[in-house]
């Protein structure tokens, strides 16, 4: 997948890209053998092409990084976790809507905006 914002995840770089990272970030955590997985997939790129939306989207595939679903308590596919300030802040289980996704994730952007213009 082309777009800067969507972006495949793995131990290697599930740190960086994720629990380092200055934004929220929308994680999904997939499998390939799920139908509903499947059909998050083109939802996810797309909310991820809205520059509107202040995140990075992300996907980890269970099948492959065993470790992060397990870290994760990911026990069913797909899982949203919304990761903001480094720790998982929200969470959907199973297909959703867009706008649902959106909706979440225009709560944490709200959030950080609030946190940003505080003033010590």
């Known amino acids: 997948m082309v777009n800067n914002n969507f972006i495949e995840l793995n131990e290697a770089n599930f740190e960086r890209e ?12 997939w499998a390939g053998w799920s139908e509903a ?15 509107a939306v202040p995140v990075k989207i ?3 595939n269970v099948e492959h990084h065993e470790n992060l679903a397990e ?3 990911v026990r069913a596919v797909p899982t949203l976790l919304l990761f903001h300030q ?9 297909r959703t809507t ?14 950080e ?3 940003t213009n505080k003033t010590p």
Not at 18 to 29: G, K, N, R
Not at 37 to 51: C, G, H, I
Not at 86 to 94: E, K, L, P, Y
Request: net charge negative; hydrophobic share 50%.
């Open 37 to 51: 997985s499947r059909a998050m997939a083109p939802l996810l790129e797309a909310v991820a092409k809205d520059d």
């Open 71 to 73: 870290q994760y308590s």
């Open 86 to 94: 480094g720790a998982a802040q929200d969470q959907i289980v199973g």
């Open 58 to 60: 992300a996907r980890v």
């Open 18 to 29: 994720v629990l380092s990272a200055l934004q929220p970030v929308q994680v999904e955590f």
């Open 113 to 115: 905006i609030t946190q």
């Open 98 to 111: 867009a706008k649902a996704v959106c909706e979440r994730l225009e709560k944490v952007a709200a959030l």
